[in-house]
């Protein structure tokens, strides 16, 4: 006899596991498997794990202002369960949006105001102020070191910035998902761990449940896919998901750099979230006083497909594997030293490398799938981890809501915030969608 | 005063390593200044700024993409930078004479700097090669550097904590070790600063080294593979701190 | 063809370490004459201890006092000795005091050097060294008059192969034992400025979560005292929480290291945290979690709390 369970949530990082705390506080009994040996410590364990609300759609930003509620009040969210690991922390820098010509910022304004997010207009002195080591000089367009033109000397500054005081990071997007696994527990999820999913089987035309490696069969009327990176491998497995997707998702590699903050400016405890599309990258603090440097996906850049298994297995040589390049070591790097002057750029490639589930237009599908039962959180994209708590209450809802009969793709969900006075239109993150040219295409969302 | 500092470009100790055609490795990977070079460079620079009318000369042995390292060690202070171009890999002995037949050519060395070893070969001895072709004292693992008018005091390290203390006349040659300094990395502007130092390449061949009879080479390279599999240790403490001290004094030989 | 190898013997306080045996061992081959070269003690005295390893030429080297730890004295006077016995292959041990010795000798005489070898083929002038921090092992042909061979510690079982030796006295040449710019104002002085640097350490000891707090940390920086040349180490959470430096972190974001020996405590072997260490020779772990990643991950486990067992090892070191 197989174990029986309400829900199998496949994926227990960051995306997953709130998924399973919301569906168990409805009163589901669900499960989540992973294949590695604990929550979050997949491509969550990777992320820069930022709070910010500068997205290029209103919904966009509303979802990530929702969100940042829930960062800012984390032990009340998890319901006050108690992890022996430790709760992650939130820590409130502060987020800067560099007035540049690589954002489209009036338009985050719009949504700024349209949403009701607090913020200020910041001139360049003012920012010289809060971040003495920047030079405000315009840097636009983005170029990589290898481009002669990288070098050539600056002419103008840029436009100033827009500052918002609610923005910063989470110190152990890890960590974060290991509480919202307890927290899930408390309500009564179970989690199973070094449990890889091969298949996932349908009977009479609707999810039945899924087959492990070691050749388990767990059976659920609900599966939900929340696999990351191995998203699409997964999708796949499911009899028609892969093909009713018009939208479709692949890995996406990405290089993140920590670079030491210059002597004399403390970017640990005195330095802010910065976004700066005028040199294509984003910054925040980070342990041992340096600065998390991330890459906003400019044009110039190469973008490496990879398949994940074969990535986190290290294969795939220079460039493709999960080793730091010297080449982007010094694009982001440099690219950094010219807004922070003082910026010393060691020799050695220190930082992260891992995936984005990145799907076609870089907005998540949040959505149902053509076989009834098989749900799906995908294509994050690497901008969703600060919606996290959002998207488990989201999903959970609007699976509930199907499987009390929605016909969500003719009548797409409403889904109602918690903490501020807006709805959102699931549809918008429709399988079946056009690609939303309306996205930046990037991680900025 | 000329200082010279020898520098090598080696792979990131970070990369994965691919051996191919069983005696070489895929080098289609990040390679980097040696970081002991890095200490040696920074200690050239700083000794420079106390003597007013010195320079530093980077020499580099290597195949043409080393002048990135060269590069790397102009951004970092050095005002001008030598490459031998060898396409062929060179032991210690073939290395130490190229280097020195390029230091000789070019100037009057008045201080040799290397790194106290390379983390790729770590063969820990180009610099006494170097010194004995040249006949100056040698000194390697050097973490505190004094220079006098015409002597070298140095602190060599023995092991973490002890060290012995030397006094060489100058010209002398001295490995680097990483306590001697913290290595002091370009800014951008230093980096674009750079750009216009010069490198002056030489062949390999053009410096007519004889070769030598002595050699040492790699006939076959094997990746070293760490399976593990988990034994428990059990007992009370007493029971399993015997146990410990028993693995690492017959297992792993530490003690 | 019989072959003369020469054999630096290092000692500590007129007493033969115990890690030449292995080297003697080593260096034992067919056809051979094994030379033990004695710089610091009668070898009188050490006769007996000598040939039950299979040294049958025990040489007397005696320098100058005022000259005995200067090691441009030391190499030439062994120098000296390889051309007086025809040596065509010198062994010394590749420690601290080998890396300031050996090489001066190979440089001197322009003979081809392999510094920690674990293994030597004599027949055909072949050694394996690892190359690349610790991810590859290099096979290397040498050729030439003399090679001169450093030997990793402890690399080898010292084997017994008694044979009776003979005394002789090395007649220095004192016109040659000349140290030209190059004079010893102090030997192993201890620094205390300095640490054991955690990229180079043989052993580290690393705290994670289980370590609870900052002063718990001493336990492991004690312990590590007692083991030679041991660093120590943490987790992310461990700096993330204040608890020790960043510079002592391991892990993706932190420093790489391959130590011999990795004693993990109480930490759960992230796969971040394992991108720091996994090139460790052997890794220990202790953690009161028998489902931490580590515990799966490691050639030893103990399912105990780090706090009561680090103690007590430290008071059997």
């Known amino acids: ?445 | 005063m000329q200082i010279y500092v020898c520098v090598k470009h080696v792979p990131d100790s970070a990369v994965n390593i691919t051996i191919v055609d069983k005696n070489s490795i895929d080098e289609n990977i990040t390679f980097l200044l040696n970081p002991y070079d890095e200490h040696a460079i920074t200690e050239a620079v700083q000794i420079k700024k106390n003597l007013p009318g010195s320079e530093v000369i980077a020499v580099c042995l290597g195949k043409t993409d080393a002048r990135n390292t060269l590069r790397s060690a102009l951004a970092m202070g050095a005002d001008r930078g030598i490459l031998i171009v060898s396409e062929n890999g060179c032991d210690s002995i073939e290395t130490a004479k190229a280097l020195k037949a390029a230091m000789e050519q070019d100037g009057s060395p008045g201080l040799i700097f290397t790194g106290r070893e390379s983390i790729d070969a770590e063969g820990m001895q180009t610099m006494f090669r170097i010194g004995a072709l040249f006949n100056f004292p040698v000194a390697t693992n050097v973490v505190k550097l004094d220079i006098e008018a015409d002597r070298a005091v140095v602190n060599s390290e023995l092991s973490g904590g002890t060290a012995n203390t030397y006094d060489m006349s100058l010209p002398c040659v001295i490995g680097a070790g990483r306590g001697l300094n913290t290595p002091d990395y370009p800014t951008f502007r230093d980096v674009v600063n750079s750009k216009k130092k010069p490198i002056k390449t030489i062949v390999f061949s053009e410096l007519n080294i004889e070769a030598s009879l002595a050699g040492a080479n790699i006939i076959e390279l094997e990746p070293l593979q760490q399976k593990r599999e988990p034994k428990e240790i059990t007992g009370d403490k007493a029971v399993i701190a015997k146990e410990i001290v028993k693995i690492l004094r017959d297992k792993a030989k530490v003690i | 063809m019989m072959k003369n190898i020469g054999i630096i013997i290092e000692l500590d306080n007129g007493k033969i370490k115990e890690t030449n045996f292995g080297m003697i061992t080593l260096a034992r081959a067919d056809k051979s004459q094994l030379f033990a070269f004695v710089m610091d003690a009668d070898t009188r005295d050490l006769k007996q201890e000598l040939e039950s390893f299979g040294i049958t030429q025990l040489v007397n080297i005696s320098l100058p006092p005022d000259q005995q730890n200067n090691p441009v004295i030391r190499a030439k006077a062994i120098i000296n000795a390889i051309k007086a016995f025809n040596i065509s292959i010198v062994f010394g041990l590749s420690t601290a005091m080998g890396k300031d010795l050996l090489p001066r000798i190979a440089a001197l005489i322009e003979a081809p050097l392999v510094m920690d070898c674990f293994h030597v083929d004599l027949e055909q002038n072949l050694v394996k060294t690892s190359q690349y921090s610790g991810k590859t092992i290099a096979t290397i042909k040498l050729a030439g008059d003399v090679l001169v061979l450093g030997v990793r510690p402890n690399a080898v079982e010292p084997i017994k192969a008694q044979d009776p030796g003979q005394i002789l006295e090395l007649k220095l040449d004192g016109t040659h034992l000349v140290s030209k710019g190059f004079s010893v104002i102090r030997t192993g002085e201890a620094d205390k400025s300095t640490t054991i640097d955690l990229v180079e350490a043989d052993v580290i000891i690393a705290g994670g979560r289980g370590m609870k707090n900052s002063e718990n940390f001493t336990l492991l920086s004690t312990c590590a005292e007692k083991l030679n040349a041991a660093a120590v180490g943490a987790s992310r959470v461990a700096v993330d929480s204040g608890w020790v430096p960043y510079a002592m972190q391991v892990g993706q974001t932190g420093e790489k290291v391959s130590p011999r020996v990795y004693i993990a405590c109480g930490i759960s072997g992230s796969i971040q945290h394992f991108a720091g260490m996994k090139t460790a020779g052997m890794v220990i772990a202790i953690n009161t979690d028998e489902n931490a990643a580590i515990m799966s991950n490691c050639d030893y486990y103990v399912k105990a709390d780090v706090l009561e067992i680090i103690p007590e090892l430290t008071k059997l070191l």
């Open chain 1, 1 to 445: 006899m197989n174990k029986k369970y309400d829900a199998i949530i496949i994926g227990a990082g960051v995306i997953g596991s709130p998924i399973a705390y919301e569906l168990s506080r409805m009163g589901y009994k669900t499960l989540n498997v992973d294949k590695l040996h604990d929550a979050g410590e997949g491509s969550t364990a990777g992320s820069c794990a930022i709070v910010r609300a500068h997205y290029s759609t209103a919904d966009g930003v509303a979802m990530a202002y929702e969100g940042f509620k829930y960062w800012l009040d984390w032990e009340n969210y998890l319901d006050n369960v108690t992890d022996e690991k430790g709760l992650a922390r939130y820590m409130n820098t502060g987020s800067f949006l560099i007035k540049s010509q690589g954002h489209d910022w009036k338009k985050v304004k719009k949504n700024y105001d349209e949403v009701g997010v607090r913020y200020e207009e910041l001139d360049n002195d003012k920012i010289k102020e809060m971040v003495p080591p920047a030079d405000l000089h315009e840097f636009w367009p983005v170029r990589r070191p290898e481009d002669p033109k990288f070098f050539d000397e600056p002419a103008n500054e840029v436009e100033g910035a827009i500052f918002c005081p609610e923005g910063g990071y989470v110190n152990d997007p890890a960590l974060s998902a290991h509480n919202i696994m307890r927290a899930a527990e408390a309500k009564g999820a179970e989690f199973l761990f070094n449990a890889e999913v091969v298949d996932i089987r349908s009977e009479d035309g609707k999810v039945a449940g899924i087959t492990l490696k070691d050749g388990t069969q767990i059976d659920a009327g609900i599966v939900v896919n929340v696999g990351g990176p191995h998203s699409f491998k997964i999708n796949k497995m499911a009899k028609g998901v892969w093909e009713g997707c018009n939208i479709k998702t692949k890995a996406l590699r990405h290089e993140v750099m920590y670079c030491p903050s210059p002597d004399g400016y403390d970017y640990l405890n005195d330095g802010y979230h910065m976004s700066d599309g005028d040199i294509g990258c984003y910054v925040r603090p980070e342990v041992g006083n340096t600065f998390l440097i991330g890459c906003e996906d400019p044009d110039c850049d190469p973008q490496e497909w990879v398949d994940p298994d074969d990535f986190y297995a290290g294969k795939g040589g220079h460039g493709k594997d999960n080793v730091l390049t010297e080449e982007q070591w010094k694009a982001q790097c440099y690219r950094l030293g010219k807004r922070i002057p003082t910026l010393q750029v060691p020799n050695q490639p220190k930082g992260i490398v891992d995936l984005y589930d990145c799907s076609d237009d870089w907005i998540p599908v949040y959505d149902k799938s053509d076989l009834p039962g098989f749900y799906m959180a995908i294509g994050t994209s690497g901008n969703q981890y600060k919606n996290a708590p959002v998207v488990g209450r989201m999903m959970a809802e609007l699976i509930d809501a199907c499987e009390k009969g929605l016909d969500h793709d003719n009548e797409p969900f409403q889904y109602k915030f918690k903490h501020i006075d807006r709805s959102t239109d699931v549809g918008f993150f429709s399988r079946k969608r056009e690609i939303n040219y309306n996205s930046s295409f990037s991680v900025n969302g």
